[in-house]
């Protein structure tokens, strides 16, 4: 059945009221959509809220901290290590109280190793990326810390089958090449496309290992690639159960790795545009959210994929609401549900 859910981020600072929005839209979809609620991220709580310091607050014997140039490994746990955890908690808190009673699929979502690895800074030298030993370091840190993250969520919500879903929207930078070095002056080298699975196969194992041996793993591991398909076989590589992406204005060249992907079993999470208001005379200025599917359903019908393929896919928001808030955030879950709904009657027409 065709799914919709989101990534996580939402505006505002009230961790338990956005929450419950989320639960609440994704537990009462339409017929045919199924609804996979999300456990939720602030960032505009400020620094330890955000997704590298939240990233660090998953990592198991390693600390971090802030420095003059963001978040840096550090020698010990502190003020900054402190916050960030203390972050975390209040969601699964606010999770606990909001997802009460819910028994299903729950979408878990953090920075991924590697994006991870080009945006934290070892703690006296370069981007975390620039070592290769450190990015191994780091990849088993997390690993080890989100298997402790999804049991503390099947805690918080004893019914929940999370869906563990990686952010890797920095991932083709670091397979092309092109993130800089700490000066600016030059750019890390690319990592060869076998580690890049090779990294991302350890952290999802570790995910999914936790549940094969007391129940508080993945169910499934998802790869996010953000606007790039670049990644695509690096992720199916990886073994992962799917793959993320922001699927609007993609070339043939990237619907065809998407297809190589559908059809070796790997099942698409697809990021849809936001939805523009509606200029058809029966529904003037409501959303536009059949043109918001297209964004899907067009190139897959010109690739030939098969319609009724179209029901493994997760329909998530792919950007961020225009208006910054958190009316604007439900609204924006609200378009992207009612696209998945005319997702999920083409695939049921087939």
């Known amino acids: 059945m065709t799914a919709a859910s989101g990534l996580g981020p939402w505006e505002g600072t009230d961790v338990l009221e956005a929450q419950t929005a989320v639960v609440g839209e994704l537990t009462s979809t339409p017929t045919g959509v199924d609804g996979l609620p999300f456990l939720v991220q602030l960032p505009g709580r400020g620094y330890g809220a955000e997704p590298t310091g939240r990233g660090t607050a998953l990592l198991v014997e390693m600390s971090a901290e802030l420095g003059p140039h963001g978040w840096k490994l550090a020698d010990r746990p502190g003020r900054d290590a402190s916050r960030a955890a203390a972050f975390l908690r209040q969601d699964l808190d606010a999770l606990a109280v909001a997802a009460y009673g819910y028994a299903g699929p729950l979408v878990v979502a953090a920075t991924g190793p590697l994006t991870l690895a080009s945006r934290l800074y070892l703690a006296r030298g370069d981007r975390v990326l620039s070592d290769a030993g450190a990015v191994r370091e780091l990849s088993a840190s997390l690993g080890a810390g989100l ?18 879903v990686l952010e890797e929207s920095g991932l083709a930078e670091v397979l092309l090449g092109r993130v800089s070095n700490f000066s600016g002056n030059s750019v890390i080298r690319a990592v060869p496309t076998g580690i890049v699975s090779e990294l991302l196969r350890t952290v999802a194992e570790a995910a999914r290992a936790a549940g094969a041996r007391d129940a508080a793993g993945a169910a499934r591991v998802v790869v996010h690639c953000g606007p790039s398909w670049v990644p695509v076989r690096s992720v199916v590589a990886a073994g992962a159960d799917g793959v993320g992406l922001s699927v609007a204005g993609f070339n043939q060249q990237g619907w065809e790795r998407i297809g190589e992907a559908v059809e070796g079993g790997v099942a698409l999470w697809a990021g849809l545009p936001a939805a523009l208001p509606n200029v058809s005379s029966s529904r003037k200025g409501g959303p536009d959210v059949v043109g918001q599917a297209a964004a899907l359903l067009r190139p897959w019908g010109k690739l030939g994929l098969p319609v009724a393929a179209l029901r493994d896919v997760v329909v998530v928001a792919g950007e961020a609401p225009s ?5 604007a955030a439900r609204t924006s879950l609200a378009d992207v549900i009612r696209a998945a709904e005319v997702v999920a009657e083409r695939a049921e027409g087939a």
Do not use: I, K, S
């Not at 004893?158 to 869906?163: E, K, L, N, R």
């Open 323 to 327: 208006a910054p808030t958190p009316d």
């Open 147 to 164: 298997a402790e993250h999804l049991a503390a969520v099947r805690v918080a919500v004893p019914g929940a089958a999370p869906v563990l």
